[in-house]
């Protein structure tokens, strides 16, 4: 089987190097870069490309080092390979979550995450005060509530951590898969090591109506008082909200999507 692409064509022959012609290939939905299926007779395989267009962070060496680093814990996929512009990964068979089983799988989502916060550090620091001022380069529209939001930020300094752990930044339905063995995350682009009420805040941010749940949940698992990891979390709301919005307007500009266009405008309004 042969993808037009060689650098792709290289890493499959590494995982399957008796692969005959007739495999088929999906390009698949996403926002940050163009990810592909890949199946033939001996199996799945993922593939996902470097964005066209920079995203802050995104970098898939980076995140293949990552995942490297990340085995012992058996939470993440296993990276088969990294070759510029391709990282490939095994393909995790089974059902994307909804919203409604997202919060309903609220503890074994709190279970990963703890699991994911007790393993060692990376190495890979996030650090939001750079990471801003990035997007704000790489954009061409720059709403004046951003300027003075990330003005304000940098004054005040980014908040210290209550707990510095590995964090997946991007925990949401539909990057949790129901497998036979259980949950498993997907999508760990934007992982690093950081604050785990960080982690909650991102959380928190697409589940607003549901955050006193998850912080009870999580502070009880892993035994933090409720009130100081909510206090952790307002802190850090406020980068938070730059940094979505930030994201919504560097992908609306680069995708001219509609939707992300709309998402951006609402964000700075929100500020």
């Given amino acids: 089987m042969h993808s037009p692409d060689i650098q792709l064509n290289y890493l499959i022959e590494q995982q399957w190097p008796t692969a005959q012609a007739g ?13 592909v299926r890949i199946d033939s007779g001996q199996g799945s395989l993922l593939a ?4 066209g267009s920079p995203i802050p962070f995104v970098d898939r060496q980076r995140e293949y080092r990552l995942l490297n680093k990340l085995q012992a814990s058996q939470l993440a996929p296993r990276p088969l390979g990294w070759r510029e512009p391709w990282l490939l990964l095994p393909w995790i068979t089974g059902e994307v979550l909804s919203d409604a089983e997202f919060s309903q799988q609220r503890e074994a989502v709190v279970a990963l995450l703890q699991r994911l916060h007790q393993q060692p550090l990376t190495g890979y ?6 990471l801003l001022q990035r997007y704000w380069q790489l954009c061409q529209q720059k709403h004046w509530r951003w300027q003075r939001r990330l003005q304000r930020l940098a004054k005040v300094g980014e908040p210290r ?4 752990a590995p964090i997946h ?12 063995a259980g949950l498993r995350l997907i999508d760990w682009e934007y992982a690093a090591d950081g604050d785990v009420a960080l982690e909650l805040a991102a959380i928190c941010a697409v589940n607003p ?3 006193q749940e998850w912080i009870a949940t999580y502070a009880e698992a892993t035994q933090l008082i409720p009130a100081v990891l909510q206090r952790q979390i307002q802190q850090w709301q406020p980068w938070l909200q730059v940094l979505m919005a930030s994201w919504y307007q560097l992908r609306a500009e680069q995708s001219q999507d509609d939707t ?12």
């Fill in 23 to 35: 495999g088929h290939f999906f390009t698949l939905p996403g926002l940050s870069g163009q990810s």
């Fill in 48 to 51: 996902r490309r470097a964005p």
């Fill in 125 to 130: 620091r996030l650090s939001l005060t750079p």
């Fill in 161 to 164: 951590p209550l707990r510095l």
């Fill in 169 to 180: 930044m991007d925990v949401h339905a539909g990057n949790l898969i129901m497998t036979d």
């Fill in 209 to 211: 109506a549901q955050q």
């Fill in 260 to 271: 992300l266009e709309q998402l951006a405008r609402a964000s700075w309004q929100d500020l």
